[in-house]
């Protein structure tokens, strides 16, 4: 502790650099985080948003939302085991849109929910649609940017159908779509424009929804996998990294983020390894005279952790900062757990970077101070 | 007169090249209380094996050391730290000062290591400082001192844990032979005064006069001329 600290208001400048150097990583750490949960979000909000513990999925699916299908019996099935009030039928179908008196096409996710239920999101604008109205949407607010306001018609490509807009959410997307709500009135609707075009054989009498989200605990989930042979119980998590696009941002972001802890961890591995061979005959003296050398490994570590604990300080305040003037279209979400759970993480790698000149310093002889004649 | 400082027998050998050299062969030493004792030695002679073994760095391949008339042998690492804290005060060639630390620091460092009461240790920082007439020093770094005032504080630190015994190691290798002098004297005259066994290795026959005994490090032993 004593050595510790007086070493490092003595050689400031050395100090300092190498702190700037952890303080920039840091940085980078956090705001990389930061870029990538809110990526994470920004890709799926409208499934995250969702107060479900699982999904059930048409087997063979692969635990995509716009491959599964699912009739009303499996709904009606998963309400004998987890009650009524724990499932709501959801449809998923990513399409194109025209927006009535406006050039240009939009890519939107159309969500099927029940009003009623509590798939049903926030409203922050406008008018809430109801379980019985027909032809009135919820739409993502990032759909403003486009020109679309309350009343705005929306015209489907696919199928020719028409909605009107009646209010605005936030923060609803999917596959970074902009999510547009419909009720299953709605949606039933377009799933028989969609099944008579394909002209399929199949004789669609009951409605089709592509999954049912449920709250489950393990128990009846296993009892849910155990009776619908057909289907698959996806959770949340599963459903969300399924998601198109999902993985392959995030695995990108976590690569520079696992690579940035790897480099933090180095940097200080390197300066301390060099810093211990520079004072090596300094540690001998300090041994000769009776130093243990559990006390030196301590000032060791006690330096790294005031280097990486400061700089994340330091860091933060900075996160804070440009947080504040990000442009809003920036994906940006670092919540206190994150932060917490990355700084933790900063630290262990940087003590693990320690470990070097740890090992350096109980090597070296306390019998080299004799004999030497510089110190 | 008690002996502080007892090596008995102590024989050491190293192996160089395949071939067993032997340093040390049945060196015997009695230091007595008080006693400044200067050996000497052409290099290569075994003057640093011989002081790393009476200082505690080093395990001798035969004999004892004994500190206060307690035997070091078979202690492993920790303890033999903790024997150099508190039993042994070494002074090194020029001085090995801590760098960072002030003069004061220098000597609160020793006082932290072992333990001492805050108040206990800044009491005998300024009774050191002030016998070894360094306290108008007391808060420079050791690069702002000459090399008589580094050494003096370098004899400060050695004292402060009130050790049985006082190593030097050629402590005037790096001073003219007026600092020199009084280097020596103040070692000799702390030895004499606080009851310490007082070992100095040394080239430097300028300083022999203020000795109370000259050893010569021949062939594995110590032999007394006159």
């Known amino acids: 502790?004593?050595?510790?600290?007086?070493?490092?208001?003595?050689?400031?400048?050395?100090?300092?650099?190498?702190?700037?150097?952890?303080?920039?990583?840091?940085?980078?750490?956090?705001?990389?985080?930061?870029?990538?949960?809110?990526?994470?979000?920004?890709?799926?909000?409208?499934?995250?948003?969702?107060?479900?513990?699982?999904?059930?999925?048409?087997?063979?699916?692969?635990?995509r939302f716009t491959r599964s299908q699912i009739s009303e019996q499996v709904l009606l099935q998963a309400s004998s085991i987890v009650g009524e009030d724990d499932v709501q039928p959801l449809g998923v179908k990513m399409t194109t849109m025209t927006a009535e008196g406006k050039i240009g096409k939009l890519d939107v996710t159309l969500l099927g929910i029940n009003p009623e239920g509590w798939l049903m999101p926030k409203l922050t604008e406008g008018a809430a649609i109801t379980a019985t109205g027909t032809g009135q949407v919820l739409v993502d607010r990032k759909l403003k940017d486009s020109g679309i306001g309350l009343g705005t018609v929306l015209i489907d490509q696919a199928s020719g159908l028409k909605w009107t807009v009646s209010g605005f959410v936030n923060h609803e997307s999917f596959s970074h779509s902009p999510a547009v709500f419909l009720n299953e009135h709605d949606?039933?609707?377009?799933?028989?424009?969609?099944?008579?075009?394909?002209?399929?054989?199949?004789?669609?009498?009951?409605?089709?929804?592509n999954a049912v989200a449920v709250k489950a605990n393990t128990h009846q989930k296993e009892q849910l996998t155990a009776v619908l042979a057909d289907a698959e119980i996806v959770t949340k998590a599963d459903a969300v990294s399924a998601i198109p696009g999902y993985k392959e941002e995030q695995g990108s972001l976590w690569m520079m983020i696992i690579f940035l802890f790897i480099i933090s961890s180095f940097v200080l591995a390197v300066f301390f390894y060099v810093i211990t061979i520079q004072k090596s005959s300094q540690f001998g003296i300090l041994k000769a005279i009776g130093t243990r050398t559990g006390y030196l490994v301590r000032s060791v570590a006690l330096q790294v952790l005031l280097l990486s604990a400061g700089s994340l300080v330091v860091s933060m305040?900075?996160?804070?900062?440009?947080?504040s003037i990000l442009p809003s279209g920036m994906p940006f979400l670092l919540q206190s757990s994150t932060i917490a759970l990355t700084s933790s993480a900063f630290v262990i790698m940087s003590l693990a970077g320690s470990l070097l000149s740890v090992w350096k310093v109980t090597k070296i002889e306390a019998l080299d101070a004799i004999g030497r004649t510089a110190a | 007169m008690r002996h502080r400082l007892i090596l008995n027998n102590i024989t050491h050998t190293f192996e160089d090249g395949g071939i067993q050299r032997t340093v040390l062969n049945n060196l015997n030493l009695q230091v007595s209380e008080g006693e400044l004792v200067a050996v000497m030695g052409p290099s290569g002679s075994g003057k640093s094996t011989?002081?790393?073994?009476?200082?505690?760095?080093?395990?001798?391949?035969?004999?004892?050391?004994?500190?206060?008339?307690?035997?070091?042998?078979?202690?492993?690492?920790?303890?033999?730290?903790?024997?150099?804290?508190?039993?042994?005060?070494?002074?090194?060639?020029?001085?090995?000062?801590?760098?960072?630390?002030?003069?004061?620091?220098?000597?609160?460092?020793?006082?932290?290591?072992?333990?001492?009461?805050?108040?206990?240790?800044?009491?005998?920082?300024?009774?050191?400082?002030?016998?070894?007439?360094?306290?108008?020093?007391?808060?420079?770094?050791?690069?702002?001192?000459?090399g008589g005032e580094?050494?003096?504080?370098?004899?400060?630190?050695?004292?402060?844990?009130?050790?049985?015994?006082?190593?030097?190691?050629?402590?005037?290798?790096?001073?003219?032979?007026?600092?020199?002098?009084?280097?020596?004297?103040?070692?000799?005259e702390e030895a004499r005064?606080?009851?310490?066994?007082?070992?100095?290795?040394?080239?430097?026959?300028?300083?022999?006069?203020?000795?109370?005994r000259v050893l010569y490090l021949e062939n594995g032993g110590l032999i007394e001329r006159k």
């Open chain 1, 317 to 323: 305040l900075l996160i804070q900062v440009t947080e």
């Open chain 1, 1 to 63: 502790m004593y050595l510790a600290i007086r070493e490092m208001r003595f050689v400031k400048v050395r100090y300092s650099l190498i702190s700037i150097i952890m303080l920039l990583v840091a940085f980078l750490v956090l705001f990389v985080t930061g870029l990538a949960r809110g990526l994470a979000y920004d890709n799926a909000a409208s499934i995250q948003n969702m107060d479900a513990t699982h999904f059930i999925m048409e087997k063979d699916s692969n635990h």
């Open chain 2, 193 to 212: 005064e606080l009851g310490k066994s007082a070992v100095m290795v040394t080239h430097d026959e300028r300083v022999l006069p203020l000795c109370d």
């Open chain 1, 187 to 209: 949606w039933q609707q377009l799933q028989l424009t969609t099944i008579t075009r394909t002209s399929s054989a199949t004789k669609w009498t009951d409605s089709t929804y």
């Open chain 2, 150 to 188: 580094r050494q003096r504080v370098a004899i400060a630190r050695a004292l402060m844990n009130d050790p049985a015994v006082l190593l030097a190691d050629e402590p005037t290798a790096s001073l003219d032979a007026s600092r020199g002098m009084d280097v020596v004297r103040m070692l000799a």
């Open chain 2, 50 to 146: 011989f002081l790393s073994i009476a200082g505690a760095l080093l395990d001798p391949k035969g004999g004892v050391v004994l500190l206060d008339g307690e035997s070091i042998s078979g202690k492993n690492k920790q303890e033999l730290s903790d024997i150099r804290l508190h039993k042994i005060g070494f002074i090194f060639q020029s001085a090995n000062l801590i760098p960072y630390l002030k003069v004061e620091e220098q000597l609160t460092l020793v006082a932290k290591l072992g333990n001492m009461n805050k108040r206990k240790a800044a009491e005998r920082i300024r009774e050191l400082l002030d016998m070894l007439g360094l306290n108008h020093r007391r808060s420079a770094y050791p690069d702002k001192l000459s």
